[in-house]
């Protein structure tokens, strides 16, 4: 560094120092992003699976669905296991024309406690889901607790995933539900496992509307 360098760096405050350093930083992130963007040049459909023991899985997929509805795309959702009580997404959802939503579960499995009952609700929505899988004209596909029903084999995860891989080119689909098997999370784009940290249920706070209903 020539001398006149070392005077003009000796006259700049400690705050215009720190300030020169962020912006150094913040133009070599902005370089690296933009590198990053530009590699991601591929433009089709995605399979997104949210899975884990915490919070926010259903309601992750139903944010989705109000991005697509901003975006005028046709939407598809199939619950397999809510359906014993009303939500208010289904609430809301049912509102828009663009969305066709079946809520084709009836509770939990430890609320129906009756296997062959769950098989046959889980059979219905699955060949449901199909359908929209198969419909080039819906963009987004929500399998709403899907994972719960294959866990238990409700529904033949190999022909989950055929349906996933054969789907539409640029159609969307979006798996969620605890205990997610590691083949669908293997031919997925996007995997979220949502963990516990603290949860109101724990201190003996029932679910809330506008918050878990």
């Given at each position: 560094m020539s001398d006149k360098h070392l005077s003009e760096s000796s006259e700049l405050t400690d705050e215009q120092q720190r300030e020169a350093r962020y912006l150094a930083r913040m133009k070599r992130k902005k370089e690296i992003i933009d590198q990053s963007i530009a590699r991601a040049?591929?433009?089709?459909?995605?399979?997104?699976?949210?899975?884990?023991?915490?919070?926010?899985?259903?309601?992750?997929?139903f944010?989705?669905?109000?991005?697509?509805?901003?975006?005028?795309?046709?939407?598809?959702?199939?619950?397999?296991?809510?359906?014993?009580?009303?939500?208010?997404?289904?609430?809301?959802?049912?509102?828009?024309?663009?969305?066709?939503?079946?809520?084709?579960?009836?509770g939990f499995t430890w609320e129906t406690q009756d296997k062959e009952r769950d098989i046959a609700a889980a059979t219905k929505a699955w060949k449901q889901s199909e359908e929209l899988l198969n419909d080039e004209n819906i963009a987004l596909v929500v399998l709403d607790e899907l994972n719960i029903a294959l866990k238990y084999k409700y529904v033949d995860l190999q022909a989950v995933i055929k349906a996933v891989e054969s789907r539409p080119v640029n159609q969307h689909v979006v798996i969620t539900g605890r205990g997610a098997p590691q083949e669908l999370i293997d031919i997925a784009d996007t995997v979220t496992e949502m963990q516990v940290v603290k949860h109101a249920y724990q201190a003996g706070i029932k679910a809330q509307k506008g918050v878990e209903l």
């Open positions: 040049d591929q433009d089709r459909g995605v399979c997104l699976v949210h899975t884990g023991n915490g919070k926010g899985k259903s309601s992750s997929a944010g989705m669905v109000a991005r697509a509805l901003g975006h005028d795309m046709q939407v598809g959702v199939v619950q397999f296991i809510k359906g014993a009580f009303s939500t208010g997404e289904e609430a809301f959802f049912r509102r828009f024309p663009e969305v066709q939503y079946y809520v084709m579960g009836e």
